[in-house]
């Protein structure tokens, strides 16, 4: 049975940073395009950012240059560090194995604000 297990969620400030994980149980996570979607209250959700089998990155024009999408396979975790977080950036943030969104976490809450 596959699972992803997303963490590190929480209240920040404005420009403060956060890192999520999302470690995964029943696949090979370097075999997926993992990604990091995130659903804003009151709005749909969005790709945040992808990584390929073979490391090429995507970001959406909102993240690029603050967020950074990484893995760790020997872990088997997929990693999303986050700068210079904005309220805009308040969401749950879902992590998702490949790339028809064939298997997807549960989320974690991050909340930007003052």
């Known amino acids: 049975q596959v699972q992803l297990v997303e963490s590190g969620g929480g209240l920040v400030q404005p420009g403060e940073s956060l890192t999520l994980s999302c470690a995964a149980s029943?696949?090979?996570?370097?075999?997926?395009?993992a990604a990091w979607h995130r659903q804003a209250p009151g709005k749909q959700r969005e790709l945040v950012t992808r990584?390929?089998?073979?490391?090429?990155?995507y970001y959406a024009d909102s993240v690029k240059g603050r967020f950074t999408i990484s893995r760790d396979n020997a872990k088997n975790t997929v990693y999303l560090q986050m700068n210079s977080l904005e309220p805009e950036d308040t969401a749950v943030y879902y992590c998702?194995?490949?790339?028809?969104?064939?298997?997807w976490g549960k989320g974690t809450l991050v909340t930007v604000s003052s």
């Open positions: 998702v194995a490949g790339l028809g969104g064939n298997y």
């Open positions: 990584i390929f089998p073979d490391s090429t990155t």
């Open positions: 029943g696949l090979i996570f370097s075999s997926y395009a």
